[in-house]
């Protein structure tokens, strides 16, 4: 286990290394959702990892040294194991109120992926349920939230002031697929609004706001895309890469209130549509 700076650090760390690599950590090959669970889990539990550790971990069974011993294997010599993040929250008595708060801590953890280990008893390994959602057509999505999508133009972009997200006509796209992506990341920057997820960055990152609302944009885009089953085919604003890698070597938590506000926003497409789906059935 390491200290909490540590494990702030290591994942910055590490999501800075692939962005100046030219790989962005959230973006993946996803296939359309037939074969079971997408994105990493705990291969002892069966429990999805989400959040930050989504993205440092990308795919796959993984597993704690302790863990895998359990399953009756072991760690195979020579690996290196990766940092995560377990979050717990204790109640903290506030030196000058007296009153209990809820205080957010960060443990860091290190797991290593099932391939790395060797031994281990496969019939105990679990894996999280089948996705039920299956593939969604971005468009009946769109719908279901009571986004307003006007088509036309040459470019996609959300406006706040009139609370509308502008598309060119799918047939513009190399791929509907190009199409859907897109349509995702517009609809992340729509959950933004004050009536919705009310995201507002200008007093912790001045300049560099604008820019950050992207980067939540791309990785929400890419949790809505890993549930509805639609292939992610690259990240749709590459020029604000720089912008991230400025924010995120000088704040080790930015990355963390990114992931976690686009787990948020990403949640709450989902879980509108659902309603409205539920609602019309």
């Known amino acids: 286990m390491t200290t909490t700076n540590d494990i702030y650090q290591q994942v910055t760390d590490r999501i800075v290394a692939s962005l100046e690599q030219g790989t962005a950590p959230w973006l993946k090959p996803w296939a359309a959702n037939k074969c079971g669970a997408v994105g990493p889990y705990n291969a002892a539990t069966g429990r999805p990892y989400n959040g930050i550790n989504w993205l440092v971990l990308g795919e796959g069974g993984w597993l704690t040294f302790k863990q895998a011993k359990e399953l009756g294997g072991s760690v195979r010599k020579g690996e290196k194991g990766t940092a995560i993040v377990f979050w717990s929250f204790p109640k903290v008595k506030d030196a000058e109120t007296g009153e209990e708060k809820v205080v957010p801590f960060a443990k860091g ?3 290593f ?5 060797e031994g281990i008893d496969e019939a105990k390994l679990k894996a999280p349920a089948p996705v039920t959602r299956g593939n969604t057509n971005i468009n009946v999505l769109a719908a279901q939230v009571g986004a307003r999508v006007i088509h036309g133009g040459t470019s996609a972009c959300y406006s706040p002031t009139f609370d ?3 598309m060119p006509s799918a047939d513009a796209f190399e791929s ?9 990341h517009e609809l992340v920057h729509w959950t933004g609004h004050q009536s919705r997820c009310d995201r507002q960055f200008g007093k912790r990152f001045g ?4 820019a950050f609302e992207e980067l939540v944009a791309e990785i929400g885009s890419a949790f809505v895309c890993a549930q509805t089953g639609i292939p992610l085919e690259g990240l749709q604003h590459d020029r604000y890469v720089g912008s991230w890698l400025k924010v995120l070597k000088g704040d080790k938590r930015a990355i963390f209130t990114a992931s976690s506000q686009a787990k948020k926003a990403a949640e709450f497409l989902l879980a509108s549509a659902e309603e409205e789906e539920a609602l019309a059935a």
Do not use: F, K
């Open 109 to 111: 953890y290190t797991v």
């Open 113 to 117: 992926a099932v391939d790395q280990c």
């Open 164 to 166: 509308s997200i502008t």
């Open 176 to 184: 509907a697929d190009a199409y859907a992506g897109t349509l995702a």
């Open 207 to 210: 300049d560099d706001a604008y």
